[in-house]
């Protein structure tokens, strides 16, 4: 098994004169939290929005593989899905526990077709030319990307400035996500529902909104860090995820 590289946090900040960084390196917190999450969870089934937009993707026998990009993957359920689909898929997450398992996927699998990536998902988008990918999806992880409302906003917007005119992209963005331990997690967006909607208006509004949902989430079983003790500790969150899936113009 061989993860495809690794792509180092802030690299494209560094390449491109005046840019700001859109990622971040994965904080020990989150090290240590996904180490457990990757751990137990292990591949999930993909999001009915997701798995909708991929089937419709789906290239014909000899046609063309459009490229999908999947990023803060987690272990994979949507990358995989666009990968047996047929799609080519660029598939990339901080977390090493993560990453192993959806490319021990890929190997038993047989799959050709999807690159495997640890590190910095949206310094990668950042690297890559403008109007190259068919397809984005980036659910439940850009508010990892900033605590700084202005930041996400950017790297929303840099998810739809990387996909070519005609292509989707479904993004998904946690707001008023509590944590039952009362943790704060350090360099997330901690925004409430209308501000986080506000936040993807800006970003996306130029493009063809295809949905547009509000769907509250309880996960009964995460890892959270004590604010007492600062170890992990087994807790559940609430948040209310916004689903928005756009066309791009
Ligand atoms: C809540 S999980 C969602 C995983 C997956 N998208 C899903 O729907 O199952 C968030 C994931 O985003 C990853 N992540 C957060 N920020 C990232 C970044 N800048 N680059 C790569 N992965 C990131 C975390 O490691 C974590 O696995």
């Known amino acids: 098994m061989e993860i495809s590289r690794l792509i180092p946090a802030r690299s494209a900040a560094a390449s491109e004169p005046g840019a700001r960084p859109t990622g971040a390196s994965q904080t020990a917190r989150d090290r240590l939290v996904y180490r457990d999450v990757w751990a137990r969870e292990g591949i999930r089934p993909p999001s009915d929005t997701a798995r909708?937009?991929?089937d419709a993707l789906a290239p014909s026998a000899d046609g063309p593989r459009p490229h999908l990009a999947d990023l803060g993957c987690g272990a994979g359920r949507h990358a995989l899905h666009a990968a047996r689909q047929g799609l080519r898929v660029t598939a990339i997450d901080h977390s090493a526990h993560a990453v192993a398992a959806l490319q021990g996927a890929v190997d038993e699998e047989r799959i050709d077709c999807c690159d495997v990536i640890q590190g910095d998902a949206f310094a990668w988008l950042?690297?890559?030319t403008p109007s190259t990918l068919d397809a984005v999806v980036c659910f439940d992880s850009v508010h990892h990307s900033s605590a700084d409302p202005e930041r996400?906003?950017?790297t929303v917007a840099l998810l739809a400035s990387r996909?070519?005119?005609?292509?989707s992209v479904l993004v998904t963005l946690l707001c008023d996500i509590t944590y039952s331990t009362g943790e704060r997690p350090p360099g997330r967006l901690l925004v409430g529902e209308e501000d986080g909607a506000?936040?993807?208006d800006r970003a996306l509004g130029g493009h063809r909104l295809l949905t547009d949902r509000r769907k509250p989430v309880r996960v009964a079983r995460t890892t959270s860090i004590s604010p007492s003790t600062g170890r992990p500790v087994p807790a559940s969150y609430g948040a209310t995820r916004v689903l928005r899936q756009y066309q791009i113009v």
């Open 198 to 200: 506000a936040l993807l």
């Open 126 to 128: 950042r690297e890559l």
């Open 52 to 54: 909708a937009m991929i």
């Open 163 to 167: 996909t070519r005119a005609g292509g």
């Open 152 to 154: 996400v906003e950017e």
